[in-house]
């Protein structure tokens, strides 16, 4: 559960979520990313709402998860070009 979050993260910069199990993490980044929508509040990417400008926010998202997912049979070139996809 994640309840009264607020957080900003400025161009250029990194932030890290830190926090023990169960805290909200892995929710808050996959309501950051669009995976899963928050049931109230608002997020933001660039001054825009991620509800309204949904599908434009996702195109220039980037998404690194902890697994690999990397298909060992195509070139570096290759699984560049389906993850970007």
Request: with cysteine; hydrophobic share 35%.
């Amino acid at each position: 559960m994640v309840d009264a979050l607020d957080l900003t993260c400025r161009a250029g910069s990194i932030l890290g979520l830190l926090g023990p199990n169960g805290a909200g993490k892995t929710t808050t980044l996959r309501m950051l990313y669009g995976f899963i929508e928050p049931d109230s509040g608002t997020i933001q990417f660039d001054g825009r709402d991620f509800r309204t400008h949904r599908v434009e926010l996702k195109r220039i998202i980037g998404v690194c998860t902890q697994e690999d997912t990397l298909d060992y049979d195509f070139s570096v070139r290759q699984n560049l070009a389906i993850h970007a996809s």
